[in-house]
């Protein structure tokens, strides 16, 4: 049976059940990292590997036995039309290994991101980075934290003030005019350059102020990071400063967003 998330309790058992699902799904990863892969490309012309399919699977399965009535969306899969995914309460939000382009430049700056939606909006998200030995987690009301190590678990939180030297999460793989533009308009900034959605997290962290993406990005890139973010004090918004929301038209593509501390901050004035 699916666990009812009703009390705290509940939900603790729930996401200590999906941190060992993502533990698994990263174990796999790293087996093929440490063997050696090969590159095929989907029909998005974005690359796809063994992990990427392995760990699919791991996550898959974990998930159908823990929620057998839950229904699962993960990059791997094709999704279903808007049509029926609109009926559904709650679901699986997956991408089982996001930043595969760093994975392939081996650089260990990737993730697996594991969220459940409801309402169109995530209630619980991890994020595991094998290779940076870091496990970040969150759920509705009983706030985030990261986990490195087998006992070091510690409660994280967003810089909720911004220095005058703005510390920016920023993507090794997608740097565009938009966001060059959009710094140009900061005074004094540093960037952090870092792979997947660890870029979220160390926001989540306090250790940057801003990721500002403005480029693509599909729906599980953000889901896990969302509830992570907002739950260690912090936001992830559109452009317009709304609330990112999931499964809402037939696209699965995000809007241009900001991951930020400072609530007090309008991030569109800058672009």
């Not at 030995?133 to 190590?149: D, M, Q, R």
Request: charged fraction near 25%.
């Amino acid at each position: 049976m699916t666990p009812r998330l009703t009390n705290k309790q509940d939900i603790e058992a729930l996401l200590a059940a999906v941190k060992q699902i993502a533990y698994e799904a990263g174990r796999r990863i790293m087996e093929v990292y440490e063997q050696g892969f090969s590159v095929e490309e989907k029909s998005d012309h974005t690359p796809v590997t063994e992990a990427d399919l392995a760990a699919h699977r791991v996550i898959d399965e974990g998930l159908r036995a823990l929620t057998p009535d839950i229904p699962i969306l993960s990059e791997e899969c094709k999704p279903l039309p808007f049509h029926e995914r609109a009926r559904w309460p709650r679901y699986w939000l997956v991408d089982p290994l996001d930043g595969t382009r760093e994975f392939i430049r081996r650089n260990g700056e990737f993730s697996v991101n594991i969220a459940l939606i409801e309402g169109n909006r995530p209630v619980v998200g991890t994020i595991y980075g094998p290779v940076v030995g870091c496990l970040y987690y969150a759920a509705k009301g009983l706030g985030a934290f990261k986990k490195s190590g087998i006992d070091d678990v510690r409660p994280i939180h967003v810089r909720e003030r911004c220095p005058e030297k703005i510390v920016i999460a920023g993507s090794r793989s997608h740097h565009g005019e938009e966001f060059r533009q959009f710094i140009s308009h900061l005074s004094d900034y540093e960037i952090i350059p870092m792979g997947s959605a660890l870029k979220s997290c160390l926001v989540a962290e306090g250790r940057a102020d801003l990721y500002a993406r403005l480029g693509p990005t599909s729906e599980w890139d953000t889901a896990a990071a969302q509830i992570i973010v907002e739950e260690a004090g912090g936001k992830i918004t559109d452009t317009r400063m709304q609330a990112l929301r999931y499964n809402t038209r037939e696209g699965l593509l995000n809007p241009h967003f900001f991951a930020f501390g400072d609530r007090s901050r309008d991030w569109s004035e800058y672009l």
